[in-house]
């Protein structure tokens, strides 16, 4: 058995590092066959970039003599791996680690909850290009991707244009701190298409609103309902999670948004409580689940929320199309949901101090600001007055 103190007596008389300073012996008491076990020593970067010091085994051996010999033997092989780590490592980290450490840097002016939640939108795109070196990355990769990903549709240049800003944002950080040499030129190469005027929300009439109340027995017919009359733009309301809704003092809130004034308490009028009360029951963090339980992801990727809930309870209620102002047929989109609930707030007459603040407008009338931590009974008095405005027996 090759003993310790032979091991150490050994190294020095056969020292591996002098064939490459990368090798170290390493000796196992445990292992009576092949006790020395030589390793190379290489350096990776973690999920943030950072550098990590490894160890690879490269084989094991009876002594430090017969470990010397072979690795001789391996020098030209051993000398390249070496070489091919050294160029990877100096040549940059992966767009997804400058991803993490550019987002976890806390040196940075810190992002607001919503740019947080679009960049990660696009960041989930990026799959194809995560653990690609950022010094290989160029316009043609960003332009297929967006293309794979977005297509060509007018309607997703907002999403284009989200993905190329992150990644002109994350080429800067990595150039003011030295992770990237290159020129940013290729980002401006990057073609997002041009945007086209939206088209202005369209509210649903009192009439499409009834036909939806028809259908209300409809789960998904009941979750654009709950849109519908409780004000809030669609992304929030689908954020809102079981904890942030108060049964028993009818009102949900809302955490971030917008504003300063987006994070605020809604009401829950009377005849919508056992519509929340029934998802509640439902399993998942949000209010709102799909059918897997998990939360809609309707800041970054709406069409699952189109494809299981919006188109098929539009349909069914046959309020999915109207007849615009220029005669053409249009499609309702979710955000009208918002401009629905502001028209026949104000058709009822119901108070405008009220709606700003169920709302969580921006406005500077300070009188409407000062009232924002009214009591929620309050808003629920006034919001179940649209129950008999809009004869929903």
Known sequence: ??????????????????????????????????????????????????????????????????AFDAIMQKKKSI????????????????????????????????????????????????????????YAINAEIIQKLMDQEYGHEQSKYGSRKNLKTMIKQMYKYAKRNNLYNDSLEFI????????????????????????????????????????????????????????????????????????????RVVPIPDFMVDFYKKWLNTTGETLIVNKKNNPFNFTGNE?????????????????YTYRANNGQIENHIPHDVRHTFTTIWRAGDLKESYLYIIQGHATRD??????????????VDEINKLYDYLNLD
């Open 79 to 134: 000398d390249n791996q070496v070489r091919i780590n050294s160029i990877v490592n100096s040549k940059g980290i992966t767009f997804g680690q400058l991803y993490n450490r550019w987002l976890q840097d806390k040196t940075i002016k810190p992002l607001s909850p919503s740019r947080i939640r679009a960049y990660n939108a696009a960041m989930s795109h990026c799959q194809s290009i995560q653990n690609m070196n950022i």
């Open 366 to 379: 300070t009188s409407i600001n000062t009232y924002t931590h009214i009591d929620p009974v309050k808003l």
């Open 303 to 319: 069409h699952g929320f189109l494809r299981q809930v919006w188109n098929p309870a539009l349909e069914a209620a046959d309020v």
């Open 188 to 263: 401006e190469d990057i073609d997002i298409g041009h945007n086209i005027r939206s088209r202005k929300h369209i509210n649903f009439s009192e009439n499409e609103i009834k036909k939806l109340w028809q259908h209300k027995d409809r789960d998904d017919v009941s979750i654009v309902l709950m849109m519908i009359f409780s004000g809030a733009r669609p992304g929030e309301f689908l954020a809102v999670r079981k904890t942030d809704v108060d049964i028993e003092k009818q009102c949900f809130f809302i955490n971030s948004g917008k504003n300063e004034l987006a994070q």
């Open 1 to 66: 058995m090759y003993s310790k103190s032979n091991y150490n007596k050994d190294k020095k008389k056969y020292p591996i590092s002098s064939i490459n300073k990368n090798l170290s012996y390493n000796y196992r008491s445990g292992n009576t066959i092949n006790p020395v076990v030589v390793r190379l020593k290489y350096v990776c970067s973690d999920e943030y970039g950072v550098p990590k010091t490894k160890y690879k085994v490269i084989d094991s051996f009876s002594d430090c003599e017969a």
